[in-house]
């Protein structure tokens, strides 16, 4: 019977030790810096909204995917970018207010409402240029 409790300790104990490993494996985001006006960056955008509408976003506001906002891993919350989808030629400026980790490779998560402008809704992501505008 001591044998069956021991074993039962260990395996909570492993289970536990699992758990907290887990999330100390958490992505840490470069620091945030203010570009300065006209810096232009190309890659990859993605688009969140539904599943997140009304969380707070990283900035403390309540993310409203209707609203031109979008996703940054290192610049400053405030920072107003022209976001250019290359496909369709179409471009909209958001604000960043939140912040992605961008290890897919993706330099941009736009609003519900800022893909829809620019045609990304439906590839889901798509070839962008960021602009630093004032």
Same mark, same amino acid.
């Given at each position: 019977?001591?044998? @069956?409790?021991?074993?039962?300790?260990? +395996?909570?104990l492993? #289970?536990?030790?699992?758990? $907290? !490993?887990?999330? %100390?494996?958490?992505?840490?985001?470069?620091? !945030?810096?203010?570009?300065?006006?006209?810096? #232009?960056?190309?890659?990859?955008?993605?688009?969140y909204?539904?599943?997140?509408?009304?969380?707070?976003? =990283?900035?403390?506001?309540?993310?409203?995917?209707? /609203?031109?906002?979008?996703?940054? +891993? =290192?610049? +400053?919350?405030?920072? @107003?970018?022209?976001?250019?989808?290359?496909?369709?030629?179409? !471009? #909209? &400026?958001?604000? *960043?207010?939140?912040?992605?980790?961008?290890?897919?490779? @993706? *330099? *941009?998560?736009? !609003?519900? /409402? %800022? +893909?829809?402008t $620019?045609?990304? *809704?439906?590839?889901?992501?798509?070839?962008? @240029?960021?602009? #630093? &505008?004032?």
């Amino acid at each position: 019977m001591k044998a @069956r409790t021991g074993l039962r300790a260990a +395996a909570a104990l492993l #289970v536990a030790a699992a758990l $907290i !490993s887990a999330c %100390a494996h958490r992505y840490r985001f470069p620091p !945030s810096y203010a570009p300065p006006v006209g810096l #232009v960056e190309e890659g990859v955008a993605s688009w969140y909204g539904p599943g997140y509408h009304g969380n707070r976003t =990283s900035s403390g506001e309540v993310y409203d995917q209707e /609203a031109f906002t979008a996703a940054h +891993a =290192s610049f +400053a919350f405030g920072t @107003r970018v022209r976001v250019t989808l290359l496909a369709t030629r179409r !471009s #909209v &400026v958001v604000r *960043i207010n939140d912040r992605f980790p961008n290890h897919k490779g @993706r *330099i *941009i998560d736009v !609003s519900r /409402a %800022a +893909a829809r402008t $620019i045609g990304l *809704i439906g590839p889901g992501t798509g070839r962008v @240029r960021l602009e #630093v &505008v004032g």
